[in-house]
């Protein structure tokens, strides 16, 4: 069958994977309550290291239908029963914001980042979010802008990335 390498197979070695069949699926139902038509749910997804935590952006998500596209983090961690569940829909009400959710990415299980490259004329924005252990709320600790100061159209955001050991974003 098909192989792959797989750079940590969560004992911090390389590994090659071959395909077998039959192989087996794990099957999530009802990932969102309802995504918004046009929303873009799906645009970015990420999932922790340990599969506890996953999060899916929709940059396209609207408060109402006459609202600007502002987007939207969907976080979710799994059940007693292996399956995700919706925690909260997190948004930005920062002035400017739009696109919030373009690109996601989990850390280990506590720290995610997510963008918003399209906000303030396109200069972007980048949020903190974080999740304590054993805990189902997800607090956005910090909105970060660009470090170089240029508020030109730079999309900061565009591409976000956490370290698994969660020390860097």
Do not use: C, H, M
């Not at 940059?59 to 987007?71: L, N, Q, T």
């Not at 997510?114 to 805990?135: D, E």
């Amino acid at each position: 069958g098909s192989r792959a390498w797989v750079d940590d197979n969560g004992a911090g070695l390389w590994e090659v994977l071959e395909k077998q069949t039959p192989f087996s699926t794990t099957t999530t139902n009802n990932l969102s309550n309802d995504p918004i038509a046009g929303s873009q749910f799906g645009a970015s997804i990420s999932q922790g290291f340990k599969n506890v935590i996953a999060v899916i952006g929709s940059p396209g998500y609207k408060v109402s239908e006459s609202s600007s596209a502002i987007g939207a983090v969907y976080p979710y961690l799994r059940d007693q029963d292996g399956n995700y569940a919706l925690s909260t829909i997190l948004t930005l009400t920062t002035t400017g914001t739009l696109g919030y959710g373009n690109n996601v990415e989990v850390g280990d299980q506590n720290w995610i980042a997510a963008g918003a490259s399209k906000s303030n004329n396109n200069q972007g924005y980048v949020t903190a979010i974080y999740r304590p252990n054993l805990s189902n709320a997800f607090d956005q600790t910090q909105l970060l802008v660009a470090p170089d100061q240029d508020f030109g159209p730079g999309e900061f955001g565009y591409a976000v990335s956490v370290d698994k050991t969660e020390r860097w974003l």
